[in-house]
Each structure stands twice: as structure tokens, then as C-alpha cells.
């Protein structure tokens, strides 16, 4: 839990916060590591001195919070300990004590025989959330930065039942002003679906007054130079669209299982912005966080070794900007009897490749954002569910003015071991920016890749 939020020491208010000393010797294995993690194991020492250095303060009677509670370290003694009973009958269970987890525990259940208030074990390790509920200690996760079960469970954009006459008016004047219980739940920029039948239905966005408006920026196509054109197949991608292309939202947050093109809507809404020159360039970037075993060190330039985590956004990149013309049908025929040398056979280049040597479109590892300051971009941020909530603040605080922030991902894709489905940085970051005039969030829930793809995300 502090290496998660190294913050999280002042967040519990009017509660007695114990921290035992075997949290503090597992925090010096991380403390030297030049990783987002170690950054918060020195941050917790940091913090933890500045609160016992004050004159008077004592570490193990503790040090009252401005909540009205206190902070304090436990020293457990073993020796000590094992006359109460509940200990004894731990050890018996887990006899390991040399293992810093088995020495917590029992710390627990020793301190619960000292302190008449309910003692709870705080812990972000599920494992040892486990062995607590064995023996019988109260735990709980750390709920600070965990958005609602509900913020995750459902995609769908919200459906408001209009009247016939309403929709009319909707249609004609592109504003409509409904009562307040019509739109509960919904903040400001959040896309809706004004209904009035099953099939006399017009997407709307909730604007600053209060009021449903027309979607004034979903083009019926988008062409990025000589590539082919790309057309919203849903709702979910119109709305998805308006947001990205309008002028006054600056972070975008999109949810959306595999196919459903949450990274080339952002790709090409960026490319065709830059080209008009609303923006100065497109930067595009992904968390690196690998599934399943690794090929090792990857060779070459920053560029060649961020290459296979952002293949999906090449792939984006050949699709929109690749002419159609002298389209060859079928396999390509040998021209001569010879084959050519090695040196002769040259890969094509890539139509993107000149905007990457202008610095147009920039490949952006987020091991080197911090301390940056991105003015006038397109950023993509692909994968977002990846982040955990304190690297998403360093990348939303990394955006100057005249830029805008895309957070796309699927909060069911998840490979980092330090966050889930309602504490990534996707996820805090839609919940914390909710409700801004400068924010979005699209839900995004058809597939369109394929039919087997949109199968296989739902089914398998």
C-alpha cells in the first residue's frame, strides 16, 4: 500500500495508523531501485522522518495527524508475543516467522490484544489479505484511488427517453433543455442517446448549461492525405469522434474492449488536426508492460526498441496514411528467372516515416516524461490501463497549453501486477477528471475489427 500511494499515510483521517517494522525492512529492498516504485519507497521515508523529527516525537508512542488520529511504528518481539493465544495459534499455522508477511500478521494479532479499538489490516497484497481472513484478522483493500464496481461495469452510452415532439425540436433548433431527473448521473460532456421509440433516436452531449446539444464535430469520414477514408461505424465511435475533434476538450478518456478502434479513431483524429495545422505535431506512447515472457533487451535506437510495443499505432499509421492507387490484386509475380542479392531487396518506406524524421509524429517513452513540458500536441496514450494512478498524474500534468491528452485502454486488459480494473490510471483519471468543462469520457462497446474479434472479446 505505500509503495502504491507513498500519500496514503495522511489519508485516514481520525484513524490510529500502526505501521510495523517489517514494513519498513521491506521497503529498503525497493528503496535503491531507479523505477517508479523505488521513487516511492525513498518517498515514504522521506515522509515518515519529517513526521518524527519534530522535537518530542516519539516513533513507537506515536505522533498525533491533523485528522485527529496518530502514526506510529510497532516493534514486534516474538518473545513477547507468544504468550497470547491467538499468536500461539497462529504460530502453529504459519510457523515460518523468518517470512516478513507471517511476522505482520502476527504483529497484527498481538496488537489487536493490546488496543480496545478494531484493529484492520490495510494491505494492497491479496495473498495476504488471504491469510488474515484464515486466522481471522479484518482486512480491507485501499480504497482511495478505486473508482466505483459501477464505473467499470458498463459501457453502454446513456439512454434518455425523449417525446416525439422534444426530438423534433431537438432536430431542428440542435438544443433541448429536460428536467434534472431526466439526466442524474450525467455531467457536463457526457454523450447520450435521446430516444423517443426504437427507431426515432439522435446522439446528444450534455454541455455546460445544462442543456443536450448536437454533435457539431463528427465528420461523416476522415482522409489523412492520399489514405483511405475512415467512417464512424456506431454510436460509440461518433461520439468518440466529436470529442477528439472538438477544440475546447483537451483530455479525452475512452473505454473499449479489443476491436472496437479506440487507438485509430485518436490516431487519425490527431493526424488529421496536426495536418491542419490545429496542432503542431502527434506524439504517441504506451505504457511498457509485457504479456507473458519477454524476448529480452531489444536493440537499436529509442525509436527500434519502442517499435514492438507500438506496432498497433504503425499499423494505424500504414492504414490511414497508405494510397489506395496501384492497389496490385492477388500475389505479386517474380519478374526474372534470378532471385537478387541480399543488398538489392530494399523495404518499402513507410508513408509515415518523414513526419517521424520531422519530429510531425514522435514516439514517446514514458520512462523519460517527467519534467517535460508538451505544448501545442496531439498525445496518445494507448494502453492507459497499464498506468498506475501516480504515473497518470505525472503524464496528465506533462500537457502545456494548446495541447490535448487521449487516455485510451480497456480496463479488462490488464498485465501490471500493481493495479486492477478500478485502480489504473484509466480509470482514476476519468473518475477524478468527471465533470470538468475541459474533460470527456466515450464508452465504447461494438466491435468493429471483425466478427470473429468482436466473438472473441466477448465470448472467450
Keep these: 500500500m505505500l509503495l502504491h500511494d507513498p500519500a496514503c499515510i495522511h489519508r485516514f483521517a481520525e484513524h490510529h495508523i500502526c505501521i510495523p517494522v517489517d514494513v519498513l525492512s521491506e521497503l529498503d529492498r525497493f528503496k535503491n531501485e531507479m523505477t517508479e516504485r523505488g521513487a516511492n519507497a525513498r518517498e515514504v521515508h522521506r515522509a515518515l522522518m519529517k513526521i518524527f523529527a519534530n ?15 496518530s502514526i506510529r511504528v510497532v516493534v514486534y518481539d516474538p518473545d513477547v508475543a507468544c504468550e497470547v493465544p491467538s499468536v500461539q495459534e497462529f504460530q502453529r499455522i504459519f510457523p515460518a516467522l523468518d517470512k516478513a508477511d507471517h511476522r505482520i500478521l502476527a504483529c497484527t494479532l498481538w496488537l489487536r490484544e493490546q488496543v480496545s479499538p478494531p484493529v484492520i489490516l490495510v494491505s494492497k497484497d491479496l495473498n495476504m489479505q488471504l491469510k488474515a481472513r484464515a486466522v481471522g484478522i479484518e482486512c480491507e483493500d485501499y480504497l482511495h484511488d478505486k473508482v466505483e464496481p459501477r464505473e467499470v461495469a458498463n459501457f453502454d452510452i446513456a439512454r434518455v427517453e425523449v417525446s416525439p415532439h422534444e426530438l423534433q425540436r431537438f432536430a431542428s433548433s440542435g438544443q433541448l433543455s429536460v428536467p434534472e431527473n431526466r439526466t442524474a448521473g450525467m455531467v457536463v460532456n457526457d454523450y447520450a442517446l435521446l430516444s423517443a421509440g426504437e427507431k426515432a433516436t439522435m446522439p446528444a ?118 494510397p489506395m492507387e496501384g492497389v496490385q490484386q492477388g500475389p505479386t509475380r517474380k519478374k526474372n ?45 494507448d494502453e492507459a490501463q497499464q498506468l498506475t494512478p501516480l504515473e497518470a498524474k505525472t503524464i496528465v500534468t506533462r500537457m502545456s497549453r494548446g495541447s490535448k491528452l487521449v487516455l485510451v485502454g480497456d480496463p479488462a486488459q490488464i498485465d501490471n501486477p ?43
Design 337 to 381: 528467372r534470378f532471385t537478387p542479392e541480399p543488398q538489392q531487396i530494399t523495404a518499402p518506406a513507410a508513408p509515415y516515416d518523414p513526419l517521424i524524421q520531422q519530429g510531425v509524429i514522435e514516439i514517446e517513452a514514458l520512462c523519460y516524461i517527467r519534467g517535460r513540458s508538451i505544448p501545442d500536441r496531439f498525445f496518445v496514450l
Design 418 to 460: 500493481y493495479v486492477d480494473s478500478r485502480s489504473n490510471g484509466l480509470v482514476y483519471t476519468r473518475q477524478r477528471m468527471r465533470g470538468q468543462p475541459f474533460a470527456a469520457h466515450v464508452p465504447l462497446v461494438k466491435g468493429e475489427r471483425s466478427a470473429l474479434a468482436e466473438a472473441a472479446a466477448r465470448l472467450l
Design 55 to 69: 522535537k518530542g516525537a516519539s516513533v513507537t508512542n506515536g505522533v498525533p495527524t491533523d485528522g485527529g488520529g
Design 205 to 322: 452531449k450534455l454541455s455546460t448549461q445544462g442543456e443536450f446539444v448536437r454533435l457539431h464535430h463528427t465528420p461523416e469520414s476522415i482522409k489523412v492525405g492520399q489514405g483511405r477514408a475512415i467512417k464512424p461505424m456506431n454510436l460509440g465511435q461518433a461520439c468518440l469522434l466529436d470529442a477528439l475533434l472538438d477544440p475546447e476538450i483537451s483530455l479525452v478518456t475512452c473505454y473499449g474492449q479489443a476491436g472496437t478502434g479506440k487507438t485509430l479513431l485518436a490516431v487519425a483524429a490527431g493526424l488529421q488536426q496536426v495536418f491542419g495545422r490545429t496542432y503542431h505535431g502527434l506524439t504517441v506512447s504506451r505504457p511498457i508492460v509485457a504479456m507473458g515472457q519477454t524476448v529480452g533487451f531489444l536493440p537499436g535506437s529509442l525509436q527500434e526498441k519502442m517499435r514492438p510495443w507500438l506496432q498497433p499505432v504503425y499499423d494505424a499509421l500504414d492504414l490511414l496514411m497508405r
